[in-house]
């Protein structure tokens, strides 16, 4: 297994390109189910979870021309419509392929995704959803087993917030007869990012981006060529990394707006940010006074970023308090940001953190995508040898991440360790 070896206390300095984003290119690839016309998408990143995603789809099918950054698909009407359990339990968002071949096939037999280390992970809103718009739906063997001869467009109320869940029904609804109206929608820019791309293939949508979503089904799409969005999460990372080791950075490509809340929080921790439409600057004005914050959905602060921020806060100046709302196990990274030496407590869903004046590298264990990256942010800030195991968690959601590093100055190497049987 590969793994990453930093020698921390090195400030970043210096330019980053920020790559397409994961959570936008996940669901824009199953909107190519909806179409038999060529969809093409430039600014594609090279990650794990997309390229899982794309086995996924050339399984069932669809015609794939896959360069590492772009890509051109086209799904004609002999789909498979089947996604094996196999595939889909090493990535979750394989679900999203449900609601584009139930609305378009009429048919579709996809494995329940189950849980990850985060949390169950439940996908009864997108099921209850799509029942609600006429589909028949039954459990057999872990599989969704679904049917409809014509989705019929309806209101829908998901009583949580859920990203996928809002992108499934959304797709769903494109071709679906009537209108569909779906209430307590989410409003993350990947969700927006869908929504253009759609709107760009001749689908009807209004209110992407606000918590009502109002779709007018029609009779097909067409294809379209469409750049993905910049990934949000990514250029938040980079953020805190500058942050938290003290350094200036330059994010290129990086989409400010879609980060206020993140831009905020940094803010308050004292780094000084500028920015304009197609980048972002980064310097501490001072020390790092650390940020108590609440994760909830778009346009509060991001789930995706509270790991990354506790790195930071466990060196800052004083005590931060960091609660999750939206997953109930995503502390994993606070026992091994224990183990070089922060000092944290978990009470229930919130985690109390005592800034210590340095942090000292060890070997600790990557345990999901995010914390993977939260490890990483703390081994840039630790004094000596930090190695970061099972990093093939940080490989489904960052491009090249230690070559980025290193390029800002970093003192960062993947190395792979001999498995033995
Ligand atoms: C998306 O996951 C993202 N993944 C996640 O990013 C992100 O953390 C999450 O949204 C929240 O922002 C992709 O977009 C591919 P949810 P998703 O459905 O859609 C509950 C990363 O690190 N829920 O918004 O799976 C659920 O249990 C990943 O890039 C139900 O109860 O998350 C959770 O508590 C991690 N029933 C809450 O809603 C459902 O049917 C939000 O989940 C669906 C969700």
New binding site residues.
């Given amino acids: 297994m590969d793994q990453l070896v930093i020698h921390g206390g090195v400030p970043l300095k210096g330019e980053v390109f920020i790559s397409g984003a994961?959570?936008a290119a996940?669901p824009l690839l199953c909107a190519s189910l909806l179409t038999s016309e060529v969809i093409a998408f430039t600014n594609l990143p090279d990650l794990k979870d997309v390229n899982t995603l794309i086995q996924l789809l050339m399984s069932m099918g669809v015609q794939v021309e896959h360069q590492k950054n772009s890509i051109r698909l086209s799904s004609t009407s002999d789909i498979n419509s089947f996604a094996s359990y196999e595939l889909v339990k090493t990535m979750?968002?394989s679900v999203l392929v449900l609601g584009p071949l139930l609305t378009r096939f009429g048919s579709a037999k996809v494995s329940l995704p189950g849980g990850c280390a985060?949390?169950?992970?439940?996908?009864?809103?997108?099921i209850k959803g799509l029942q609600a718009m006429g589909a028949h739906i039954d459990i057999e063997q872990g599989y969704i087993v679904a049917h409809a001869k014509k989705l019929i467009g309806t209101r829908i109320f998901m009583d949580?917030?859920?990203?996928?869940?809002t992108e499934n029904l959304m797709m769903a609804a494109v071709l679906a007869e009537g209108t569909t109206v779906l209430e307590n929608a989410?409003r993350?820019p990947?969700v927006v990012d869908l929504a253009s791309c759609l709107i760009k293939m001749g689908a009807k949508i209004k209110g992407h981006g606000s918590d009502v979503i109002t779709i007018e089904g029609v009779k097909n799409l067409t294809g379209t060529d469409y750049s993905i969005m910049p990934d949000r999460?990514e250029t938040g990372t980079f953020l805190v990394a500058a942050a938290a080791t003290g350094g200036e950075i330059l994010l290129r490509g990086a989409r400010a707006r879609s980060l206020d809340a993140v831009l905020d929080k940094l803010a308050e921790a004292n780094a000084f940010i500028e920015h304009n439409d197609e980048s972002i600057k980064i310097r501490m004005k001072g020390t790092n006074h650390g940020v108590s914050l609440r994760t909830a959905p778009y346009p509060a602060f991001?789930?995706?970023m509270q790991a990354q921020f506790m790195a930071m806060n466990a060196v800052a100046d004083g005590t931060t308090v960091v609660t999750e709302t939206?997953?109930e196990n995503r502390f994993m990274h606070v026992q091994e940001l224990r183990r070089l030496g922060a000092n944290i407590e978990v009470e229930g869903n919130s985690a109390i953190i005592r800034g210590v004046s340095k942090l000292d590298g060890a070997t600790v264990m990557a345990t999901d995508?995010?914390a993977s990256a939260s490890l990483v942010i703390a081994g840039l800030i630790a004094q000596g040898e930090t190695v970061v195991d099972r990093i093939y968690h940080l490989d489904r959601?960052y491009e090249r991440i230690e070559e980025k590093l290193s390029n800002l100055g970093a003192n960062i190497k993947r190395q792979t360790t001999e498995v033995h049987s």
Avoid: C, M, S, Y
């Fill in positions: 994961k959570n996940l979750r968002a985060i949390g169950e992970r439940p996908v009864d809103l997108h949580t917030v859920t990203v996928t869940g989410a993350e990947e999460i991001p789930t995706d939206i997953f995508l995010r959601g």
